[in-house]
Each structure stands twice: as C-alpha cells, then as structure tokens.
C-alpha cells in the first residue's frame, strides 16, 4: 500500500500554532544575534557589504518581523492542501534563488541583448548533441543487455568489457581519446559527431546495467507463458518482456537523459557551439561571463524540468498496465 493511501494526521490548530510560535521564537533568536538590522534584504540586493555596526536597539523590530514573517509562512503553508504546499515551496525557493543570482550585480540588459544568440546557437547545438547521443546510447544499452543476459561467451565478454571501460574511464578522457586519438591511426572525426560518440558510449555504458536489471526483473513465468502461447523468444520479448521492463527502466533513464543533457557541455572543450561554449564566449566579449554563466544554468534547468515532464508522462503510460 502506498503511504499516500493512509489518512493524514489531523493536527489542532493549537498545535500548529505552538510550532509556528518556536520557529518564530528561533529565527528571532538567529536574527537578532546576527545583526539583522533592516538593511539587510536592500544590501543584499544592491551587492552592498552588510553594516552590522548598527546599535543592538536596531535589530528588535526588524528581527521581529522576521520571526513573524517565518511564523505566519508556516501556518499559510500547513493550511494549504499537499499540491498548493509543493507549489508555494517552489515559489518561495524559486524567489530566493532569483533574488540570490541578482545580488550579483548582474547587468540584466545584456542579458536581453545575448538571450536570442543563446538560444538560437547554443540550446539547438545542445539539444541536437543530447539527443544524437540518447537515442544511439538506447540502441546500444539495448544490445548490451541482451548479450550480457546471452548464453553467448563472446557476446557476454564484449559487452561487459564495454560497460567496464566505459564506466570506469572519465567522459572527459573519452572525449579526448576519440577527437585527438582517433586521428594519430588515421581516422578523423569534427568536434560534434566526436561529443556525441563519446556521450553515447559513455551513457549506454550506464544504461545497459539498466536495461539488464530491468529485464531481468520480470518473472521468468512470462517467458514460460509466452512459450506455451507459441511465441518465439524474439516476439515474446519485443511484446511481452520489454512493455513490463520499460515501467522499470524509464525512471533511471530518464535520469540518465538529464545527465547526458548536462554533461554535453563538456563538449565545448573541442570547440562545440553548445550552449556552455557560447555562454562563455559571449560573456568573455564585454567581461561578463557570470551572467552568462548564469542565464546557461537556468536554461540548463528549464530543459531539466522538461524533460521531468516528459519522463512523467512515459511513466505514466506503461503504468497503465497496472491499473485495475
């Protein structure tokens, strides 16, 4: 039974305000030794240095509204329902890291002018490397499965040499070795099909364990089902094994496909025009590189959280199998 199945435990209204009255007795306490004088927030958000010389008489009030301010958010977030707390927790966090990145001074006008060249170039070059690179590291993690699951000692011997290399040497190295080892034997390869080589090698590497412990998770019942039905071990596979495996495997390959999509900047250090390489040049033109640096992190997340979706939404349809 899932833990959402059981009822919630009702609290009084006397009780949440005795703990919203600690948390509030705390972050006083916190405050008013800290030095909270009221200034803090505007200094912050001017990239000023905080003035803690003011006299302790200074702290009382606005310490106070803190506390206040912390004790009143508790009770609004525990008379909210489950979804509208997880919504107003994104909100407040969301709000802090915004307000975290603009005490950095940043110049938000430059910014606006970089955005457009940002996305055009280095979102598109990203995503085309990303996924280039996920849908040859499913083929492959595919592949490896199966014949790390054969009863074939050569197969069995070249996929787990694969998985071991490729799992035990850095992505970075892998990068190298392709883009500027593959050229001493004669053999050279421009800097995107080189990241994408060594993203999917790397990831299906990874996803391979995945897929194996997947299938191997379905009872070996349904390959003796699917015999006495007159299927051949290729048709019970393709129609019966893989749609209950893939409830298993989309999870962490989903995961895997976030990785992928960040770590495909470490393509840039072969002269991709991803999104990192453009960030970089872009902010190194005016000695800017932090906004830039920092409007690529929030892209980054953007796409993370897309792609959460999209991982959500498989998820829920090869749980359709389980409904009753």
Do not use: H
Request: aromatic letters at 12%; glycine letters at 8%; proline letters at 4%.
């Amino acid at each position: 039974m899932k833990l959402s199945a059981y009822p919630p435990v009702q609290r009084s209204v006397a009780f949440k305000l005795g703990i919203a009255a600690i948390l509030g007795a705390l972050t006083f306490i916190a405050a008013y030794l800290a030095g909270f004088n009221g200034e803090i927030i505007s200094k912050i958000l001017t990239s000023g240095a905080v003035d803690k010389t003011a006299p302790a008489s200074g702290f009382f009030v606005p310490s106070l509204v803190l506390a206040l301010f912390v004790g009143g958010n508790y009770m609004l977030l525990v008379s909210c329902s489950d979804k509208n707390q997880t919504r107003l927790v994104w909100l407040e966090l969301l709000v802090l890291f915004l307000a975290f990145f603009y005490s950095f001074d940043l110049k938000l006008s430059f910014i606006a002018a970089k955005l457009p060249f940002l996305l055009t170039q280095g979102v598109v070059t990203t995503l085309y490397v990303a996924l280039a690179a996920i849908c040859i590291a499913f083929v492959l993690a595919l592949l490896g499965a199966v014949a790390k699951l054969s009863e074939n000692g050569i197969a069995v011997g070249v996929a787990s040499f694969y998985t071991s290399f490729f799992r035990g040497v850095p992505l970075l190295a892998q990068l190298f070795l392709i883009y500027l080892g593959l050229p001493q034997i004669g053999f050279v390869v421009d800097p995107v099909p080189a990241g994408i080589a060594a993203l999917c090698l790397c990831y299906g590497a990874y996803m391979t364990e995945i897929f194996r412990a997947g299938i191997q998770s379905i009872n070996a019942g349904q390959w003796e089902a699917s015999a006495a039905l007159g299927l051949t071990k290729a048709l019970a596979f393709r129609k019966v094994i893989m749609p209950q495996a893939m409830r298993l495997i989309i999870p962490p390959t989903g995961n895997s496909f976030i990785a992928m999509l960040k770590d495909s900047s470490l393509v840039s250090v072969v002269g991709v025009w991803d999104l990192m390489y453009v960030a970089r040049a872009q902010g190194r033109s005016e000695f800017r590189v932090l906004e830039m640096l920092i409007t690529a992190a929030l892209i980054y997340w953007i796409l993370s959280i897309i792609l959460e979706l999209l991982q959500a939404r498989l998820e829920r349809y090869f749980d359709q199998s389980k409904a009753r």
